[in-house]
């Protein structure tokens, strides 16, 4: 089957889980306040499943990160893009920060493993390139580089110091010692999921993971509004254009460029078309930016990803 009608078809299975989460919290059995719960769940034990189970049974070869370097090209790319366009169009400062940054970083850690998982269920090669491309190619680029545009755009200084806090921060979350874990697991050529002893907490691993479609599509629901686009409508257009297409479109591009698998291909243009991530707006709001626009834009744009993912799916992947 081609994979657009795949994505199609996953793509009906998420929002399917989503509309019975506006169902639940419609009739009061969910609240948006237990979506910070349910975000602590799947962010600290989760994902963190996800990736090591995915890792530690995998050979990894130098071309797997190719698709990690497309996606860093591609993200510095948006940046550029975003900021020269912005200025362009007269966005003050604070609007041109929240532009820059919902255009370049996406939530590729929930939304973007949901749909991997469902699209290729089984078939750990196409999740292992997913954690590659999000947590080394999204992951720790964001940490790195986003709370120095957010000062820049709040306060037209950065420091330093930031930044460094904001990667010692990252290398103490429970997604970066799976990574870790997992990336050291299988270069040693540690016991796998078929030695008897380990089987038991790889199985544990997997059960763990298997939390992380249906948690996620509900936290997505529970924390959906109706944006107002018209009072952010320049802003909200670029994203669209830079973040929702341009991004997905150009990672195709590049990796039909390189040759990399088509699988490897099809997770990069996925992981590239994804909303702006959340980590955009906590890092506005701890600087003083534009943290308000940054989640208008965010919840626009999420509604808007899945159609515009399927559009370019079905040219680029």
């Given amino acids: 089957m081609h994979i657009f009608q795949v994505l199609f078809s996953s793509i009906l299975v998420l929002v399917i889980i989503a509309a ?10 969910l609240n948006k306040e237990m979506a910070a719960v349910l975000a602590k769940i799947v962010f600290d034990f989760g994902i963190p499943a996800l990736i090591f189970v995915n890792l530690a049974n995998i050979d990894l070869e130098p071309r797997r990160f190719a698709g990690t ?5 591609v993200e510095l790319c948006m940046i550029v893009l975003a900021w020269a ?3 362009r169009l007269n966005l003050t400062r604070s609007q041109l920060g929240a532009v820059v940054l919902c255009s370049a970083f996406g939530t590729s850690a929930t939304l973007g493993y949901s749909i991997v998982s469902v699209v290729f269920p089984n078939d750990p090669d196409a999740m292992v390139e997913a954690v590659l491309i999000c947590e080394l190619g999204v992951g720790v680029l964001i940490m790195a580089l986003g709370p120095v545009l957010a000062m820049y755009f709040s306060t037209g200084a950065s420091s330093f110091k930031a930044v460094r806090q904001s990667l010692i921060a990252f290398l103490k979350t429970p ?3 799976a990574l ?15 030695h008897p002893v380990m089987k038991p907490i ?9 939390l992380v479609v249906p948690l996620a599509i509900l936290i997505i629901s529970l924390n959906l509004y109706k944006p107002q ?6 802003p909200f257009g670029i994203v669209v254009l830079f973040k929702l297409l341009l991004a997905p479109l150009l990672a195709g591009g590049l990796a039909m460029a390189t040759d990399i698998p088509d699988v490897w291909r099809d997770d990069l243009v996925i992981m590239a078309g994804m909303p702006p991530a959340v980590l955009n707006t906590i890092f506005l709001q701890r600087y003083g930016g534009d943290a ?6 965010t919840a626009g744009a999420s509604l808007l990803s899945l159609g515009t993912l399927l559009v370019v799916v079905a040219a680029v992947g």
């Fill in 229 to 234: 686009i018209r009072q952010y409508l320049k």
């Fill in 175 to 177: 997604l970066c010692i």
């Fill in 292 to 297: 308000g626009l940054a989640s208008t834009l």
């Fill in 69 to 73: 370097a497309i996606m860093i090209v």
């Fill in 180 to 194: 870790v874990a997992g990336l050291l697991w299988g270069a040693l050529g540690l016991p796998g999921d078929q």
């Fill in 20 to 29: 019975f989460g506006l169902l639940a919290r419609r009739q009061g059995v």
């Fill in 85 to 87: 366009i912005g200025k």
């Fill in 202 to 210: 790889f199985h544990a691993g997997h059960i763990l993971a298997g």
